[in-house]
């Protein structure tokens, strides 16, 4: 190349030049994009609060892209593609009980900070606690005393790296914790192990003693059933992602990597707990990847992306039999609990 | 401090004496490299901050798929560095081997706009990460070669300074830019694919083509041949290197030791990061300096005592906010004791038609035993606990210094090849 030292300074001056005029022009256009979505009232038809509070509902993140992001909503659970209540708190991951809520946070900022959050029945804080990484599920016990959290902690930048999940158990209250739940035993198929690399995440609740849970170890999932008196972690069964166990306590459904190898495709799973005996339902979603809640003993909910519109997610009812289909519920929803 | 742009290639002989004594500036190589991993940090590390969040909250991938992408980041680039060093070698190309390097890494990020799923973000990142690995050792040797061989210390702790600044400012961008624009991530994958390709089109247009064969005074050296590497001279510092690596477990760890203090809370944890890296960019120069004086693997191998004092001071029985910075401070100071400052060795321990394989082997070995270090002290931190696991590796380690140590005078004193 026979070009000149200063053309070469005028060349890249020029390249810097038109960069950061075409990065320049995105984010201004993003950003009015943005904005105007964020001004925009939503789709769904709003009812006052009270109107919702007193009833058997769903309560659930709204994620339609207008001036209600993120903001904790309910339905009716008898009309819920209808008119729906904002709570006014905003939450990443809820879960709703009769007597409060629990509520974990992303606080975006310079220094990015997590925080789990306990609501009354009224919305108001209880407490909260800081959480160590990017929530990703939330449990209350069906008593609405013991708060079940995951989170994502990742490693970060060139230096570090790793990965791990921490799931932690707290008093509703914030006056207890058991703290991370990788510090308690772990019994494999009768064996107690002390694997290096254990990672546990969705805590499920069947009473203030005794929950279910998902532990990886050694390359492979496992349902685990945890006491919190003995601070012991006991597998079930292998095979197990993200459980949720039934109102009447009789079933967990999970998710199952129905193709084992290089790619991940879950799909929901109905075990009975007595038999041990497992049900694919085989028509419903491929690729799920939300910690399923019961709608009533034989009917699940569950969230899913839409492919098409980034952010936004919608929650789908699927009957506990074979050949069931997914029914679209609650359109613009994510992390729904039931509230009876 | 002060960094200076001279026109003058630095391989000129006739520099006078006065002029040495009088610290010549920083050559023009070493500041354009800079600035060119400046820019690329920007863009690697501003993805980085938002990419855990942007995998969750957009893409929808779980623990262990997300697990998978952080696994490959590892590993890849380590082989694919002394692919890149050999390449640099055979061709007497280094700049562009780096340009490739730069190039794959740059056309990565426009790969991310598109990418949907955990299959395609993982081809993405391990794409990312083998430009890493191609472009290192290459323009590792552009800063050795460039550099006259006393001030080879100041030269890479310039280098690593402007590199550090980019790592730090990258997050700062992308997080003042998803607070401008919430939710958007787009905006921050764009931005990051225009410093990219600023730093590559800076590299290509103005990054002066360093051959340190074509450049070499007297008989023109001969091709390069693996053998090369079992240098007598190179040897001992890979030894000495791979032996310290050894015991040189991730800042995960020390950062995972500061946390366990009850009155260290999590939300903390981003600031380990971004304190460390402070360190390290204040103290990359003056440190690099001093290695000059007293010896570069003096430095290189006395620095690990930093490291030591990261290892108990992350442990104290009394945690304070002294104690943490302290860990961070001595943290910082082992990176700018050493990241650089094995570079500089390396690359003058091995025959000049060798130069960019050089390096790439003393980076590789120290990188693949810190991933079997930080593998062997997961098992180590489980079995004794945090605070017993720490002291034992910080006692080992003196060990490994002690020993290191009767090999310092061989290095410093072996015979340099010529800049």
């Keep these: 190349m026979n070009v000149g030292p200063r053309a070469r300074v005028l060349v890249f001056v020029a390249i810097v030049v038109a960069l950061v005029a075409t990065a320049g022009v995105y984010v201004l256009a993003q950003g009015r994009e943005v904005r105007a979505q964020r001004d925009a009232e939503p789709e769904a038809v709003r009812t006052p609060v009270a109107e919702v509070v007193d009833g058997p509902r769903i309560v659930f993140r709204h994620t339609g892209l207008d001036n209600e992001l993120g903001v904790v909503a309910m339905v009716p659970l008898d009309d819920p593609g209808?008119?729906?209540?904002?709570?006014?708190?905003?939450?990443?991951?809820?879960?709703?009980?009769?007597?409060?809520?629990?509520?974990?946070?992303?606080?975006?900022?310079?220094?990015?900070?997590?925080?789990?959050?306990?609501?009354?029945?009224?919305?108001?804080?209880?407490?909260?606690?800081?959480?160590?990484?990017?929530?990703?599920?939330?449990?209350?016990?069906?008593?609405?005393?013991?708060?079940?959290?995951?989170?994502?902690?990742?490693?970060?930048?060139?230096?570090?790296?790793?990965?791990?999940?921490?799931?932690?158990?707290?008093?509703?209250?914030?006056?207890?914790?058991?703290?991370?739940?990788?510090?308690?035993?772990?019994?494999?198929?009768?064996?107690?192990?002390?694997?290096?690399?254990?990672?546990?995440?969705?805590?499920?609740?069947?009473?203030?003693?005794?929950?279910?849970?998902?532990?990886?170890?050694?390359?492979?999932?496992?349902?685990?059933?945890?006491?919190?008196?003995?601070?012991?972690?006991?597998?079930?069964?292998?095979?197990?992602?993200?459980?949720?166990?039934?109102?009447?306590?009789?079933?967990?459904?999970?998710?199952?990597?129905?193709?084992?190898?290089?790619?991940?495709?879950?799909?929901?799973?109905?075990?009975?707990?007595?038999?041990?005996?497992?049900?694919?339902?085989?028509?419903?979603?491929?690729?799920?990847?939300?910690?399923?809640?019961?709608?009533?003993?034989?009917?699940?909910?569950?969230?899913?992306?839409?492919?098409?519109?980034?952010?936004?997610?919608?929650?789908?009812?699927?009957?506990?039999?074979?050949?069931?289909?997914?029914?679209?519920?609650?359109?613009?929803?994510?992390?729904?609990?039931?509230?009876? | 401090m002060y960094i200076s742009v001279r026109d003058r290639p630095t391989t000129d002989r006739a520099l006078a004496p006065a002029d040495r004594a009088a610290r010549p500036p920083v050559g023009r190589v070493v500041v354009v490299l800079g600035v060119v991993s400046m820019l690329t940090d920007i863009s690697s590390e501003s993805v980085a901050a938002i990419l855990p969040l942007y995998l969750t909250a957009v893409v929808g991938l779980t623990p262990v798929a997300y697990g998978l992408i952080d696994g490959l980041y590892q590993g890849v680039s380590a082989l694919v560095r002394l692919g890149g060093g050999w390449l640099a070698d055979a061709a007497d190309r280094p700049k562009w081997v780096a340009f490739l390097g730069y190039g794959v890494s740059a056309i990565a990020r426009v790969f991310l706009l598109f990418a949907t799923g955990a299959a395609g973000i993982a081809a993405v990142v391990t794409a990312d990460r083998i430009g890493k690995g191609i472009r290192t050792a290459p323009r590792d040797s552009m800063i050795s070669t460039s550099t006259p061989t006393e001030h080879l210390g100041r030269a890479f702790g310039v280098h690593r300074m402007l590199d550090t600044i980019g790592a730090a400012l990258g997050p700062l961008i992308a997080f003042g830019l998803l607070w401008a624009v919430p939710d958007d991530y787009t905006v921050v994958m764009v931005v990051s694919l225009a410093f990219a390709l600023a730093g590559v089109a800076l590299l290509g247009l103005l990054g002066p083509d360093v051959r340190v064969k074509r450049e070499h005074v007297g008989p023109t050296p001969p091709p390069f041949r693996w053998r090369d590497l079992g240098d007598r001279r190179l040897r001992p510092l890979l030894a000495v290197a791979g032996a310290l690596g050894l015991l040189t477990v991730g800042d995960g760890f020390i950062y995972l030791a500061l946390l366990d203090h009850a009155d260290v809370t999590v939300t903390w944890f981003p600031l380990f990061y971004v304190g460390t890296n402070v360190a390290y960019l204040a103290l990359a120069v003056p440190v690099g300096r001093l290695a000059d004086r007293v010896g570069r693997a003096r430095v290189l191998v006395l620095g690990h005592l930093a490291l030591v004092g990261a290892y108990l001071c992350s442990v104290l029985p009394t945690s304070t906010v002294a104690a943490t910075v302290g860990t961070l401070v001595l943290l910082g100071s082992f990176y700018a004791a050493t990241d650089g400052v094995i570079a500089a060795v390396a690359g003058r321990l091995v025959p000049v038609q060798a130069r960019s394989s050089g390096i790439a082997a003393a980076q590789t070995v120290v990188a693949l035993a810190r991933m079997l270090a930080s593998a062997g002290f997961g098992l180590l931190w489980l079995l004794l606990g945090p605070a017993t696991a720490m002291v034992s590796v910080a006692a080992l380690l003196v060990l490994a210094i002690l020993l290191a140590a009767t090999r310092v005078g061989r290095l410093d004193g072996a015979v340099t090849t010529a800049a």
């Excluded at chain 1, 809820?94 to 310079?110: E, N, W």
């Excluded at chain 1, 095979?239 to 998710?255: I, L, N, R, T, Y």
């Excluded at chain 1, 991940?264 to 339902?281: K, M, N, P, S, Y």
């Design chain 1, 82 to 340: 209808g008119a729906r209540a904002f709570t006014g708190v905003s939450c990443d991951r809820v879960a709703a009980g009769p007597d409060g809520a629990s509520c974990l946070t992303i606080d975006r900022g310079v220094v990015t900070t997590y925080e789990a959050h306990s609501y009354d029945a009224d919305w108001q804080e209880v407490d909260s606690s800081p959480l160590p990484g990017i929530p990703s599920r939330t449990r209350l016990s069906p008593d609405g005393t013991l708060v079940g959290t995951t989170s994502f902690v990742s490693g970060h930048s060139y230096m570090t790296a790793g990965f791990s999940t921490a799931t932690e158990i707290h008093a509703f209250d914030g006056s207890r914790t058991w703290g991370n739940l990788e510090k308690f035993d772990l019994v494999i198929e009768g064996t107690q192990v002390r694997p290096t690399d254990r990672n546990i995440w969705g805590v499920t609740f069947v009473d203030d003693e005794t929950f279910y849970a998902t532990v990886a170890e050694g390359g492979r999932t496992w349902l685990v059933e945890g006491d919190l008196t003995e601070r012991t972690l006991t597998s079930v069964s292998a095979d197990a992602e993200c459980p949720a166990v039934s109102p009447d306590g009789s079933q967990v459904a999970f998710k199952v990597d129905v193709d084992p190898g290089r790619k991940v495709v879950w799909q929901i799973t109905v075990q009975d707990l007595a038999t041990g005996e497992r049900t694919l339902l085989e028509q419903g979603p491929r690729g799920v990847d939300d910690q399923v809640e019961w709608l009533d003993d034989d009917t699940l909910l569950y969230g899913m992306p839409r492919a098409d519109e980034p952010g936004v997610t919608d929650v789908w009812s699927l009957d506990t039999t074979a050949d069931a289909a997914p029914q679209l519920l609650v359109e613009q929803a994510w992390s729904a609990t039931v509230v009876r």
